[in-house]
């Protein structure tokens, strides 16, 4: 029965690559359908790869079954030993009538969602991912939030910078990162981003993709060029070429991890006990043990691979800025309607998308206002267009010329990350005072004026102060005082 075992084998691989032909003939317009196909094939290829590693044995044939069994075929009488077989599948089938006999031919056909056959992808992913289009990335940034040493930083702002570990910029010192709250961060970071690759991706080999950045890593690591991790020996100071200052007067101290304006306020720090703690714990980095040295690799080995994984899903990155921005504006109601929305995606919109293209209509969307588009690429309701003032623009120069659109976004976007930077880049460092205003020319002209005022209004408290004499004038205290000293009251 083996030869029977290897043709068994071999249509079953004919019939899963037709079936993974089906599949690849068709291109979905919609994500989910899409990405249900993607898994679909992918299965389908592991199948094919399990029944492979069973055909090969039977060809080796090491325990010589095979060999035996042809030669009683091709010797002898063939029809005792065809004979022989029938009489053991009619054996069987007494053992079992009741056996239902399958159709191998519907076993790999297409089949569409429903209620009796679900989309594979419907538990993959949760509602805020929407089918692989956005990060979900809530849970990794409560977990950062409860590191320390780290700037407290919002979701929208969380999502530009979560794969920048350099100080000042949302990243841990050097120091602080021998943690194991800091390592278990990073690990619960990087497996989401490799889940997320591999449930978005299914068809590419992602393996040979992890393989080529652990080699980057490798020759990296041995060169000390992985950037924030090289073996440093004393305190440096000076404009490193690897640093991004802000000013040519700028000074970097390694120690301390900080930027200082001027070399004045560079050394006036030199004798601070935060400068001198951090100096000897970077003067014992050049004689560091090797255990230590292991622990800093690993944690390097993680940060890099978040990079790359961040850097090769810049796409659904961006997506997911733009997708939190835009739920921002609207109300908890309006969310949890949008999320029922998306799970109920039934079988209606695939069947319109089919009825269309059978159709030939054009894909253009109606959208004649020109309304923006929600999370599923068509136009919002008109009501809620109107309830946020969507239809108003509001530009703002020190943002870069960005037009906000709504006034409650704008009114926002006074207290966000990027217009605070911005200020701060024009010299302005007391930024509340300058809310509603976005022209540059503006608001340094305001600041020129606040910085005059200060200088003036010096307070004289003798000037406070009013004092009379016998005659009733009235003067300052000072004035009193001295005129008093001198013997003329």
Known sequence: MLLEQQRYIH???????????DRMGDEPKMIRDRLNRDHEVTQLLDQIQHQSAELLPLYDDKTGLRTKEILQISTGDPFEEFYRQVADIKEHHSRYPNEQSENSEQWYRPRKGGEDQPFIVETMFSGEEAYGRFFDLHSCHESYLNLSDVKRLGYMQYLEVFDNFQPGYGGVKRVDKMTDQYFKYLGELMEYLESFMQRTRPLENLD????????????AWEKDEVQGWQIEKGAAKGNSANRMLSSPDAIWCEACEKEFKNENVYKGHLNGRKHVKAAEVLSQRGGISLEHRLKERAIAEREFRVKKLAGAMSTERDDTRVNVERRQGMTERERQQELENFYNLSNEQSKAVEEEEEDGGDDRIYNPLKLPLAWDGKPIPFWLYRLHGLGQEFPCEICGNFVYRGRRAFDKHFNETNHITNLKRLGITNTHLFRDITSIEEAVRLWDKIQRETKKTTVDEGSIVQMEDAEGNVMPEKVYLDLQKQGLL
């Open 11 to 21: 249509e079953d691989l004919e019939r899963l690559e037709q079936g993974i032909a």
């Open 208 to 219: 040979k993709v992890f393989r080529t950045w652990d080699t980057d890593f490798e020759s």
